[in-house]
């Protein structure tokens, strides 16, 4: 079906007074309302553009193509969930949805799912145009659509990722007929109680789905892993399709009992060795294979060196064992723990190659130890963001870290925010102390007006009053002002208020918790 816009880019875009051609005309009830707002105007330039206002809200609430549809759309099913009315609570989620960082709407999607709620109609059309947008928050967004939210959506071609079925169907629904996040959903849920019955039925859709959602499914087996998925994820490691490899891979990681993980460990023990000090300790030696093996192709071990690699070859060929073989066995066979093994690697000749290795397996099989040693001895030869680490730890352990780079002063306030907002994943809080300690920061950095000339942390406060704990709303929303604020600084200040008050009336719909 051809865009209704077609029609009047030669207008658009060249002007009015250059073309002097006619608009076209619509049929239907679009076009008498184009007709009665045009046909108003004044002059050709005001007709093009309130033609282009009333297309503009017909396409929001759902209209395509030039013409109305030879056939009316089945109406959407009954609701089964209530929405808010008029007031705080709608005010509140048109803040989210219209004048907020991206974090804000997917909390609120959030608390309506966890409320029973759903999001009111006059909100759908912009609640979906975000999904299109973000597809981080589309998990986030189906549950709080509603019964009118998912027919709309499928009305709209670019808005057709929410056009699944509503979360009240009941047994295999979702994974028959719902979306590639209802699925995922529906799967990792079935793994949860019953992973033989979870594995099966992917394994049984596997010869149906692109490659694109064959990997995005297999993510779901994480859930319940056990040696029991290993001939799945071998089938998998064979697919044609780059993507389902690497995804094979990292769930084969966290099995260190795998046939897979065990060749690796076969080809990396050979290269290290024991020798001794002069003082006649142990000590462990590593050194770099001397060509590549005929076995690594099977394997997917990458013999090929990129051309713009800082590696050299034999450094490159040592890195591709090292991100294959499980964390837990550095630890066995040398007795060293993993802040142990990062301070051995920093002595030898081939720190980066086992650093990267050993960061790209824990990317994969997360260890706390392991992120724990890493973020108390950075390693200058790891090129990766910190925040990614600290990512993978559990909150209350996350959160220690940070806290104590706001407090030791080690790092500046603006980098210590930056890395906990990129931790800290959509839907999640920080904690109540470290909230507290990070906004007594920022109130320092007020007074001394910092904000007006530190843009990077300036940019950074509305995000963090989306991460911000609930107990420090107050002082949040209270930093200390000035009277020489700049324009910049006004605008963002003001940003905070709205979305601290946003989040305030939001977390009023919150069940509270029964003893």
């Known amino acids: 079906m051809s865009s209704p816009w077609t029609a009047l880019l030669p207008a658009a875009t060249v002007g009015t007074d250059r073309l002097a051609a006619p608009l076209p005309t619509w049929p239907g009830d679009i076009g008498d309302t184009i007709s009665q707002a045009a046909g108003a105007a004044t002059d050709p330039a005001t007709a093009l553009l309130r033609t ?4 503009a809200a017909c396409g929001l609430a759902g209209a395509q193509g030039a013409a109305a549809p030879a056939e009316l759309p089945t109406p959407a099913a009954d609701e089964t969930l209530p929405a808010p ?8 989620l048109r803040q989210a949805l219209f004048d907020s960082p991206a974090r804000l709407p997917h909390e609120a999607f959030v608390i309506l799912a966890r409320a029973g709620l759903r999001l009111p109609g006059l909100l759908l059309p912009q609640a979906l145009e975000l999904g299109r947008r973000s597809i981080a928050l589309r998990a986030a967004l189906l549950p709080a659509l509603g019964q009118r939210g998912l027919w709309l959506a499928a009305q709209r071609e670019d808005w057709a990722y929410a056009a699944g079925v509503s979360e009240d169907d009941g047994g295999d629904t979702p994974w028959t007929e719902g979306t590639l996040e209802q699925r995922r959903a529906w799967l990792t849920r079935l793994r949860a109680t019953d992973a033989t019955a979870g594995r099966e039925r992917l394994q049984a859709a596997l010869a149906e789905l692109p490659a694109r959602e064959r990997a995005d499914l297999a993510s779901a087996l994480a859930t319940g892993l056990s040696l029991a998925d290993e001939p799945l994820l071998e089938t998998l490691r064979g697919d044609r399709s780059k993507e389902v490899r690497q995804a094979a891979l990292q769930l084969l990681l966290r099995l260190p009992d795998a046939a897979h993980p065990r060749r690796a460990v076969e080809r990396i023990t050979p290269l290290l060795t024991q020798d001794r000090d002069l003082l006649l300790r142990k000590r462990w030696q590593v050194d770099a294979p001397t060509a590549a093996g005929s076995d690594w192709k099977a394997d997917q071990v990458d013999a090929t060196r990129p051309t713009h690699e800082t590696l050299g070859e034999r450094a490159w060929w040592l890195y591709q064992l090292v991100r294959q073989t499980p964390l837990a066995w550095w630890s066995r066979h040398t007795g060293m723990t993993a802040a142990e093994l990062l301070a051995w690697a920093a002595g030898t000749d081939w720190t980066e190659a086992l650093v990267r290795g050993w960061a790209d397996v824990l990317l994969a099989a997360p260890d706390d130890a392991w992120c724990d040693a890493l973020l108390d001895r950075w390693p200058p030869a790891l090129r990766m963001d910190p925040a990614t680490v600290l990512g993978l730890l559990p909150p209350a352990a996350r959160d220690r870290h940070l806290m104590a780079a706001a407090r030791n002063g080690s790092q500046q306030l603006a980098i210590v925010l930056m890395q906990a907002l990129n931790a800290c994943p959509p839907g999640q809080s920080l904690s109540a102390e470290l ?19 530190d843009y990077g942390l300036r940019g950074q406060l ?7 704990h609930p107990s420090s709303f107050g002082a949040l929303a209270d930093l200390p002002r000035r009277a020489d604020e700049t324009p910049s600084c006004v605008e963002a200040l003001a940003l905070v208020d709205r979305t601290i008050a946003a989040r305030r009336t939001l977390h009023t719909l919150i069940p509270t918790r029964t003893p």
């Not at 009315?85 to 509140?92: E, Q, T, Y």
């Open 52 to 55: 282009v206002a009333v297309l």
């Open 435 to 453: 909230s507290g300690v990070l906004v007594r920061a920022l109130h320092d950095k007020a007074r001394d007006g910092a904000l007006n000339t």
């Open 462 to 468: 509305a995000d963090f009053a989306c991460v911000a």
């Open 85 to 92: 009315g008029p007031g705080l609570v709608f005010d509140a």
